[in-house]
């Protein structure tokens, strides 16, 4: 991993904290970046749809490895100003030529157990443009307090039918895309090794695919820092629930272990 992030780190950070979403450069070495590409073709043949590839770090392998010593934990850390980091899962997000939908617009926060900040990180496996997939930010949408209702999606990211009707916690979420005048709208081109960091509540978007010839391979890790709680009354994903924790709880257990410094 290279060291981009401690020159600037306070910068990064308060950039963070204002914005919820800032794109560092150049961070993943060519050795990770192999690593990770390797790890996604190894799932891409396996066939699983787009959201589910999610979790693959609990296997032993490329996207375990890239978890536990890549560094990324500290880089995690240090942008959120947090003495730990504990991982919550993986995912990845591979947008193949030719996939015109777009992943709609979400939060990711609501769906999962968790309150507090919650940090993901999303990396580029490829170059990332508008025309082949680059995600879309509302910058300072985290800081907001709402938490939108969550909602399924079809194979490729579009919206299909919202979760949890009825209960108060969640509102329904504007339509961001048919309004997009409205707000400020953020996206990057990246090279492959950039990362994205961004905020649990902020509400992101991407393009789809347009190309014929160019992937977009994408890889987030969702981590927990310092103030993250265990929040079984929220979300919808059953999956990410530990019964060794208690409401209120510090996002730290044998599911969620700490991959830098100490709670
Ligand atoms: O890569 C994508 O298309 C969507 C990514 C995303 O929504 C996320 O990582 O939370």
């Known amino acids: 991993m290279s060291n981009q992030l401690t020159k600037d780190v306070l910068e990064w950070r308060s950039d963070y904290k204002r914005d919820g979403v800032v794109m560092i450069p150049k961070v993943l070495n060519d050795h990770w970046l192999e690593v990770l590409r390797e790890a996604i073709e190894v799932q891409v043949a396996k066939g699983i749809r787009y959201f589910a590839n999610r979790n693959m770090r609990m296997e032993s392998g490329g996207f375990q490895d890239f978890c536990l010593h890549s560094g990324i934990g500290r880089i995690v850390a240090d942008l959120a100003g947090s003495p730990f980091t504990s991982l919550i899962f993986d995912q990845m997000f591979v947008k193949e030529v030719g996939t015109k939908t777009r992943t709609g617009w979400h939060t990711d926060q609501p769906y999962w157990p968790i309150g507090g900040p919650i ?46 009707v009825d ?61 993250a709680v265990y929040q079984p009354d929220q979300g919808v994903a059953p999956w990410l629930n530990d019964k060794t924790l208690s ?11 700490i991959v830098y410094g100490a709670a």
Request: aromatic share 14%; glycine share 8%.
């Open 119 to 164: 940090m993901s990180t999303w990396i580029a496996l490829d170059h990332v443009d508008a025309d082949n997939g680059a995600l879309e930010f509302i910058p300072g949408s985290h800081a907001w307090g709402k938490k939108y209702r969550p909602f399924t999606t079809d194979e490729l990211g579009a919206f299909k039918e919202y979760l949890a």
């Open 167 to 227: 209960d108060p916690q969640y509102c329904d979420m504007p339509d961001f895309e048919a309004d997009r005048d409205q707000y400020k709208i953020v996206s990057w081109d990246m090279e492959p090794g950039d990362i994205l960091a961004f905020d649990g509540f902020i509400a992101h978007s991407a393009h789809g695919n347009r190309t014929s010839t160019r992937r977009r391979r994408g890889y987030a890790v969702r981590f927990a820092v310092d103030g």
């Open 247 to 257: 409401p209120g709880d510090r996002l730290v257990s044998a599911t969620f272990p």
